[in-house]
């Protein structure tokens, strides 16, 4: 099956939208596919972590995670008892459902990109365990990119080997994704929510791989419950059109059944599972909802 991007072209060029590079997959084949300037590997920012996602799913399987595995478990030197504050709001009660829903109760998220290039603490998990809670964890979406290096530093902890590392033969080389870049913290920790670097047409293969529930050339490489469970609501939030409809675990709801893992500045792998769809995005423009706009006036009614 054949799908024009001509009015996808127009459509954000219209709206001066600085798209790059845009791939469209349809019952496991790619259907459409344009570049300004070649599919070159670019940072993926917050994409990357759907993908620490990932590794939280074949951590748990291993059984050396649970949802309600929580930070002291981990790092107990930095969660000592503190009885001037109540159980509940202490960092260390913070558990692996939290973070992965960011529901950790933060109303100033920790460790965001300017903070992460300033801090003068090199243990980025010492300092975030040291900051107080404004409220119970669970009970309010606050978007952290501090919650998903928490996870990544959480994940290597588990299995002994960073996030990166460990994904490498169970994800990247089966998807074909070879000698991954994946910026990391001063002391070597998996950065987690953010900072992998991988071209548009593999990210495409990222979404199909999620599309498909984790099974790759015959292969299970993760858990089909696990994307299940990830890639639908488990927490409310507000913002936008497409920034209002739920958020799961590391992945974003969107608008027509559709789910979708997203970056800063318009990177973009946005999953249909009705429509056996997967559509990827690169680009360097911040007005996301308007590339998002367009995909649904000029690419979902050819799905």
């Known amino acids: 099956m054949s799908i024009s991007l001509n009015g996808f072209v127009r459509g954000f060029s219209d709206r001066g939208l600085n798209v790059l590079s845009a791939r469209v ?43 309600e595995s929580k930070l002291k478990d981990f790092f107990p030197a930095y969660a000592p008892e503190n009885d001037k504050v109540e159980l509940s709001l202490r960092p260390g009660e913070i558990t692996l459902y939290n973070l992965l829903r960011m529901s950790t109760g933060h109303d100033s998220p920790p460790l965001w990109a300017e903070e992460r290039a300033s801090l003068e603490e090199k243990d980025w998990v010492k300092y975030y365990m040291s900051l107080p809670l404004d409220r119970i964890p669970g009970t309010t979406f606050t978007y952290s990119s501090g919650d998903t290096f928490v996870i990544s530093a959480m994940v290597q902890a588990a299995v002994g080997q960073t996030v990166k590392d460990y994904l490498t033969p169970r994800l990247f080389e089966p998807l074909g994704i070879h000698d991954v870049s994946w910026e990391t913290s001063p002391l070597g920790v998996t950065l987690g ?21 984790g099974q790759w050339n015959g292969r299970q490489l993760v858990p089909a419950e696990w994307i299940d469970f990830a890639t639908r609501k488990q927490i409310d939030n507000e913002g936008g059109p497409d920034w209002s409809q739920g958020y799961g675990c590391q992945f974003w709801i969107c608008r027509h059944d559709a789910y979708r893992a997203d970056g800063a500045h318009g990177q973009l792998c946005v999953m249909i599972p009705g429509k056996e769809a997967v559509i990827a995005i690169n680009s360097e423009e911040d007005d996301m909802q308007g590339i998002l706009d367009v995909v649904w006036e000029e690419i979902l009614p050819q799905l």
């Open 25 to 67: 997959l349809q019952h496991g084949e790619q259907a459409a596919h344009w570049d300004l300037a070649g599919d070159e590997r670019r940072l993926q920012h917050s994409i990357s972590k759907s993908f620490t996602c990932m590794a939280v799913g074949l951590a748990i399987q291993e059984g050396k995670l649970s949802l």
């Open 193 to 213: 929510c953010a900072g992998l670097s991988i071209s548009n047409e593999e990210l495409s293969r990222f979404g199909q791989l999620l599309l498909q529930k």
